[in-house]
């Protein structure tokens, strides 16, 4: 049973940091990709960040480069999101996500967790 389960997610002040973990079980997520994905209410899923099997690739959103790092540990299988610098905006439900094909898009992801809130205050 696949199973990807997000955790870090809270409260934040502008300019500060926090880091995402999505623990992994069940998917050989090593030889997949694996993102974040982000949700505001009434707004759609958008990519934020994916990276590519052996983590050689990433690839990041326009408004969120420079600031934030996907990571992959495989010995723990977990995938990371290093945010710095957090504005407003950043703030939405923040997705875990295991992809059958490759980039920003929600719908290449077969895989999802159940979410971790970011929010992030002026």
């Known amino acids: 049973q696949v199973r990807l389960v997000e955790s870090g997610g809270g409260s934040v002040q502008a300019g500060g940091s926090l880091r995402l973990s999505c623990a992994v079980s069940?998917?050989?997520?090593?030889?997949?990709?694996m993102g974040w994905f982000r949700q505001a209410p009434g707004n759609e899923r958008e990519g934020v960040a994916v990276v590519w099997p052996g983590g050689g690739s990433t690839s990041y959103a326009d408004s969120v480069k420079g600031r934030f790092t996907i990571s992959q540990d495989n010995t723990k299988n977990t995938v990371y999101l290093q945010m710095s610098s957090l504005k407003p905006e950043d703030t939405a439900m923040y997705y875990c996500?295991?992809?059958?094909?490759?980039?920003?898009?929600?719908?290449?992801?077969?895989?999802w967790g159940q979410g971790t809130q970011v929010t992030v205050s002026s």
């Open positions: 069940g998917y050989t997520y090593s030889r997949n990709c």
């Open positions: 996500g295991a992809l059958y094909r490759c980039g920003l898009w929600a719908r290449y992801v077969s895989y």
